[in-house]
């Protein structure tokens, strides 16, 4: 019953969401522009980079300190932080008083990685940056890392039902990222190069956005 009331307070944390409260200050509704997502890569797109890193890192934070705190609480439940860290990123993609539509949960995985193993955050974080520069779709790399965490996670530590919970919320993540693909299919999916190539990357997509509704048009 402890775990459980923990677990609960845990969504409740998630449910604190930055960029959706940057947005209102600035007097909009960040699901209502950019990739319609209140998560840090919007804000970054719609507010600025500034912004967008401090999202990102009270949404790690958010994740980091609950996995903390049902491990710390409940030392001889292996389980206990793993449910507490996975109940506040699903309050972060599922908040309650936002119809629970929220963001995409990948910087809140990255805080439960952080938590759990500094050293597996690092390597991690080297293998995402080595995938993006590849392919330049950042969707692709939360998808991976969304997959192969949970294997880790048991690898090092034996525990199955918290891998199990792992990857249950990493399936969570990737759904969230399936509007991502069919752009990437279109043609209409913002690169992660075009972070410092801003120009070129709007007249790619604004060429294919518009290449897009000719060919719907025509059908």
């Given at each position: 019953m402890k775990v459980a009331l923990m677990a609960c307070l845990c969504y409740l944390i998630g449910c604190i969401n930055p960029a959706y409260f940057i947005g209102k200050a600035k007097g909009f509704d960040i699901r209502s522009r950019g990739s319609l997502n209140a998560g840090a890569s919007?804000?970054?797109?719609?507010?600025?980079?500034?912004?967008?890193?401090f999202t990102a890192l009270f949404d790690m934070f958010k994740s980091f300190f609950?996995?903390?705190?049902?491990?710390?609480?409940?030392?001889?439940?292996?389980?206990?932080?793993?449910?507490?860290?996975?109940?506040?990123?699903?309050?972060h993609i599922f908040p309650f008083y936002l119809r629970f539509k929220g963001g995409k949960g990948f910087a809140c995985l990255g805080g439960l990685i952080l938590s759990f193993n500094f050293k597996v955050f690092l390597i991690m974080l080297l293998c995402a940056v080595l995938v993006v520069l590849a392919v330049d779709y950042l969707c692709v790399v939360t998808s991976l890392t969304s997959l192969s965490f949970p294997i880790v996670y048991f690898s090092?530590?034996?525990?199955?039902?918290?891998?199990?919970l792992l990857l249950f919320i990493g399936l969570v993540i990737i759904s969230r990222h399936f509007p991502n693909?069919?752009?990437?299919?279109?043609?209409?999916?913002?690169?992660?190069?075009?972070?410092?190539?801003?120009e070129d990357e709007e007249r790619r997509l604004r060429n294919n956005i518009e290449k897009q509704s000719e060919e719907e048009a025509k059908k």
């Open positions: 919007n804000v970054v797109i719609n507010v600025g980079k500034k912004a967008g890193v609950c996995f903390k705190l049902g491990g710390t609480l409940f030392p001889l439940i292996p389980f206990a932080a793993v449910l507490c860290a996975v109940m506040c990123v699903m309050g090092m530590t034996g525990d199955l039902l918290g891998a199990i693909f069919k752009r990437i299919k279109i043609g209409t999916e913002a690169r992660f190069s075009g972070l410092w190539h801003r």
